[in-house]
């Protein structure tokens, strides 16, 4: 084993978790976090675990072990790069926002902003780990920029995508199905960086699992899997439309077709629409790649998974102000949850806020409770999408921290992220303090329909047609 220390660039949802199961497993390596954002190094240095920046079950436990032992959180970005073996870039890939591939392509230039400060302070050979979700052939842009340096430092690039979910990370971490490692096979300076990272991993994954291919099927492999994790979510989503036209009930056609071996029972969970920093994002980028190739007709298959994926929470809005009889002008809806998924406090391209988003062009009042998303967060997601002014989104949304007082004088509750506490809820007690005809709009399908219609509730759930 040569590698003694690891540096992390990017310290987010990403970095914290993967590199904190990194220094649990080897206490041999010293594991350096850094990031730019001073505030978010603090949070991850907190004394309290409960503030660290990401919530995800059992992170603090590997924290608290790991920290102050091998795992350090600093903002001195420079003095890791030059004294790591290795270093992972773990930065955000968002959407471009602006110039061409506006809207579509991933924006790299946190990427190249790593690549040129590696080059600038590196005074011994490293290997660079993308860790980041990056289009096929990034590792050549980064290749190109590691190389003209002209210091005399030799680099190493893998590919090394992080396949873990929110809500699951550290489960996926110690657990993975696979962890994929893309190298240059054809030398014996790649092959060496390959079994540098292999035999990290194998400090607790099995060797078989640890899979190693050529850098391009790796880039590509992730953004794969996840267009085809997100398209099982949008064809199970099109079927639920179909299920409500129909009389059929989603939940038994996903059971029916999830026996099926080739199909598989899982991520077939009907939903509101699937969010999440990477599904649409991932996406777009593969769409954007297929067309710079020309590919039209690829681009077009894959770029269905959005559109339909969009339309689910269109058309969960629409319900609530159809049914609500066509207005929820000055009406008061309660959304219960706000997080893109249960037990995670991330809230990036959540469902929750193009629904709200559409509620509020209806003129609707929006009070929301999620157990572990703050005040800020969600009013920080309704500003950035410029559709209001900040104080009107105040004014139109409150957020409380006590799920009856959200629910008190209430129209109708939509449940926007399947937080297994919405399940045990005193529905009676809710129902008692709700403006009548009460509305349950269930767009995780978690409620039991008999229990809340025999309380007196109006229930829909996504992808019942009964
Ligand atoms: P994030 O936004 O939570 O964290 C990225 C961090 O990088 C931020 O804290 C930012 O301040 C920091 N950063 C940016 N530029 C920097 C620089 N030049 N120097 C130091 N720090 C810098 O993002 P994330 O969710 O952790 O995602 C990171 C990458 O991993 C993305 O490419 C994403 O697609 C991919 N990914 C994410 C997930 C997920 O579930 N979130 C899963 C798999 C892969
Ligand atoms: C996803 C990938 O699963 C993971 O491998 C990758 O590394 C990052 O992107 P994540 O976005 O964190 O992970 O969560 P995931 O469990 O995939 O859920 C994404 C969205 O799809 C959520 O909004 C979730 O509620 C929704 N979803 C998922 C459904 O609506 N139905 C399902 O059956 C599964």
Redesign the pocket.
Known sequence: MNIKKICC????????PTMAVIAQKCPHITVTV????ES?IDAWNSQNLADLP?FEPGLDDIVKEARGRNLFFSID?DKAIAEADMIFI????PTKTYGKGKGMAADLK?IE??AR?IAKVSQSDKIVVE????PVRTASAIRSILDNTGNGVHYQILSN??????GT?VQDLLFPDRVLIGGDNATDEGKKAISDLVDIYANWVPRDKILTTNVWSSELS?LTANAFLAQRVSSINAMSEICENTGADINEVAKAIGMDSRIGPKFLKASVGFG???FQ??ILNLVYIAKSYGLNQVADYWEQVILMNNHQKQRFSDNIVSTLYNTVSGKKITFLGWAFKKDTN?TRESAAIMVADNLLNEQAEISVYDPKVNAEKIYADMDYLNTRSSDENRRLITVHDNPSQACEDSHGIAILTEWDEFIDYDWGNIYESMNKPAFVFDGRGILNKKTLEDIGFVYYKIGSGE
């Not at 773990?90 to 890939?93: A, D, K």
């Not at 860790?131 to 990056?134: A, C, M, V």
């Not at 995508?161 to 929110?166: H, S, T, V």
């Open positions: 660039i990017g310290a987010g949802y990403v970095g914290g850094v990031d730019i954002n978010r990401v970005v773990s930065v955000n890939t946190y902003l790593c400060q860790k980041s979700t990056l995508p992080e396949f873990l979910a929110e990370a992730k999440g920093s990477c994002k991932d991330d």
